[in-house]
């Protein structure tokens, strides 16, 4: 099982520090010494049923549903929840300490230090927020655009990421463009062409390029050095990745990517509690745009990153069981992470392709696909059928009408292939 580090056994040294008397000390022992290891001693095998049976038992998922819609919202581990429920009770016996003495401040350090690992970037480059469309708030605002000057998406964008730039741009006069992404063809696409569509769609006047590490319709992993090294070569300014769907479920590695801003939500793929996000920027962007959040007490946290996250009273004992989460999926092991998502995509890439009633939406290229699959019916509307798919199979996938008109399937490491194929097997049955 991989090494981790243990966020939650913090409390007793910073409390120590801190000089908090011995009720206090007793009681955060006491919390220390209930709390359940991240996962199952024998860690997690992805190529093991039993193993997959386990992890799913880890969870408070309703059993009688196949939930097949993490790329909307993750659930927590029961340890994690466990860890997050103490941490709060904690809180509460010295309220005043724990939120002003700086206690949780200095545990939530270690949670960083974890998040860093996991992103491959330096602590300081990072904010822990309360989620992706915040740290695009963060630039939109910060960032100096001027009239004429041009924020660039392609279609594939969520909505998270564009909101605050569609906004500003009315008020301020900068331009803000869509450019569409080919839907129908992702199935044969390659890294290049991909590279070449975002290139393609640059202009003179781009200063800020904006792109999903994945999106969350067809599931695309997008080449985010490559298109980042070829739009710089163009003159672009600025390029910042949408990480919503990316981290927790693919590596990410930020000290290589060439980009300046990476804004994620934890509550998806890093099962943390619900309303925490992380958001990098590298250094050269920390010093072109300021700090959102303004509160009483000036500023404690210097001039890292650690500004954007500085808004005065904050849910502390949620930050710090994010260190749990991120403890829980580093215990799993990028390697055995990677060996089931990539059983699950076969899996589902096999039924759907072999089936002539139905029909798959989502890249191919190992490079370029991802968890996340676009399934279509064939001569069905996708909206229509979710309803049927929850009330009488207990199936939760969301879907997406127009010219996409898929399903999504976006299952877990802990989903399990019967009920996979069980659900499949449905909307086989009604295709045409
Ligand atoms: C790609 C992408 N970006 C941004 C968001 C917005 O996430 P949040 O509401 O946590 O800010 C989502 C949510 O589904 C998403 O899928």
């Not at 403890?327 to 759907?352: C, H, M, N, P």
Request: charged share 25%.
């Amino acid at each position: 099982m991989t090494k981790i580090s243990h966020s939650r056994r913090s409390f007793l040294r910073v409390l120590g520090a801190a000089g908090a008397g011995a009720p206090i000390l007793a009681r955060a022992e006491r919390l220390e010494a209930a709390l359940p290891p991240p996962l199952d001693p024998d860690g997690f095998d992805a190529a093991n049923p039993v193993s997959v049976r386990r992890l799913r038992d880890s969870y408070f998922l309703s059993p009688d549903l196949v939930y097949l819609n993490h790329a909307s919202i993750g659930t927590v581990p029961r340890p994690v929840h466990e860890a997050h429920a103490g941490y709060l009770e904690l809180c509460e016996t010295h309220p005043s300490l724990y939120v002003w003495g700086g206690v949780w401040r200095e545990v939530t350090e270690d949670t960083r230090v974890a998040a860093a690992r996991l992103l491959n970037c330096r602590p300081d480059d990072l904010a822990i927020t309360h989620n992706t469309t915040e740290g695009f708030s963060i630039l939109a605002q910060g960032l100096e655009l001027d009239p004429g000057d041009e924020v660039l998406f392609s279609s594939l964008n969520h909505a998270g990421a564009a909101v605050a730039w569609d906004e500003l741009g009315r008020r301020r006069g900068f331009t803000v463009r869509r450019f569409d992404f080919p839907l129908e063809r992702a199935p044969e696409l390659s890294v290049d062409e991909v590279v070449a569509l975002h290139l393609d769609a640059v202009r003179p006047e781009t200063r800020v390029l904006v792109i999903p590490h994945v999106d969350n319709m067809i599931g695309m992993t997008h080449p985010i050095r490559e298109i980042a090294e070829a739009a710089r070569a163009r003159g672009v300014e600025f390029v910042f990745v949408d990480g919503a769907q990316s981290a927790g479920m693919i590596s990410v590695d930020l000290a290589a990517a060439r980009v300046d801003a990476y804004a994620m939500s934890g509550h998806k793929w890093l099962q943390s509690p619900k309303g925490l996000g992380l958001f990098w920027a590298s250094e050269r962007l920390q010093a072109a745009v300021p700090r959102m959040w303004f509160k009483t007490g000036g500023d404690r946290v210097g001039m890292t990153a650690r500004k954007y996250e500085d808004y005065s009273t904050r849910a502390w004992p949620a930050v710090v069981a994010f260190g749990d989460a991120l403890d829980f999926q580093a215990s799993i092991g990028v390697e055995e992470k990677e060996r089931r998502y990539r059983a699950l995509w076969t899996r589902v890439y096999g039924r759907t392709t072999e089936d002539s009633r139905l029909h798959w939406g989502s890249p191919v290229d190992p490079a370029l696909r991802s968890v996340i699959m676009a399934v279509g019916v064939q001569g069905r509307a996708a909206p229509e059928l979710g309803p049927m798919l929850l009330e009488r199979h207990g199936a939760v996938l969301r879907a997406f009408g127009g010219r996409l008109n898929t399903l999504r399937v976006s299952p877990n490491l802990m989903t399990e292939d019967e009920s996979l194929d069980r659900i499949l097997d449905v909307l086989a049955s009604q295709g045409a």
